[in-house]
């Protein structure tokens, strides 16, 4: 296959429930494009309903990347993406296809906008010790022993306040890597990706009719065949929204209206995390849009900016 020493896409990124897929799904029908999923939960097989995951008619409709890759017992993690969302971007690429990137898991778009570079797991052992020394004696200890072992690391963390950065250094110093990752590196200027933002107000609506509709569409039953047929199920797709609180209704730990009341408020939880993770870790442009703003009017909004603009570079 022919690789491509540049590739390019359009992204659309938001909260959960913010529209991102409703809105791309219609952009691509119109224009022949295809959709690469950045969203963590929509990689499971068989996890339809509570991860509100393209119908079959859309996903017939439009080629999908980034869904459906693994059996929800299995675990699958940003670097799995990446690889994965690079051979999609070389096919689309080789069959003259626009891609539009789509989602709210910003560790997975940061992997293709900045890139990701394969670091050792983390040491359980160093990290014990250097939390515990955060813990007693603070971040400024902290800093200062890095600083001591190896000041490059140190420059070449931007928030030098952050504890966890700070020990992620010592671990990979104590692994062995004396210079910054790929990924810590600052990357030259390129187009700042489209997102979907609305109150909080808004957002809350939409995700409570959001949860609503899951379990009349079946929630539960989905969530049982899941436990039926993978057993043991991977821990994020245990902990998953939506599918923790129908586990256990099914086991009879709580009623159908406090399943529902948690996921409403886990949901809520999540998207706020989402907006704070991309405005402060993404270059983002943001479309104010509310639950009343008509889908062909956000349409219009995102082919004006995405016209206006060139698509946004992939790291390689």
Known sequence: MKTFENLYAYFLVGPTASGKTAVAQLIAERNG?????????????????GTAKPTVAEQNTVSYGGINLITPDHSFN??????????????????????????????????LTDGLSKLPDPDLEIRTHWEKILATEGVERIAQELI?????????????KNGRRLIR????????????????????PSTPILGLQMSRDDLRTR????VHKMYEEGLLKEAELLQQTYGNLSPAATKGIGYAEAFEVINGECSIEDAKRRTINRTNQLSKRQITWFKKQANVVWL?????????NIVEQVLKYWSDNEPTAISQ
């Open 207 to 210: 995700i409570e009719a959001r």
């Open 33 to 49: 494009y295809n959709i690469l999923s950045a969203d963590s939960m929509l990689v499971y097989q068989d996890m339809n309903i």
């Open 148 to 160: 001591k072992r190896n000041h490059i690391l140190y420059d070449a963390i931007e928030d030098k």
């Open 169 to 188: 250094a010592l671990e990979l110093d104590a692994a062995g890597i004396k210079t910054p990752p790929d990924s810590w590196q600052k990357k030259p």
């Open 78 to 111: 940003t670097w799995d993406y990446r690889i994965h969302a690079i051979k999609t971007l070389q096919d689309n690429a080789a069959k003259n296809k626009t891609t539009i990137i789509a989602g709210g898991t910003g560790l997975y778009v940061k992997s």
């Open 288 to 296: 104010d849009i509310t639950v009343d703003t008509d889908i062909e």
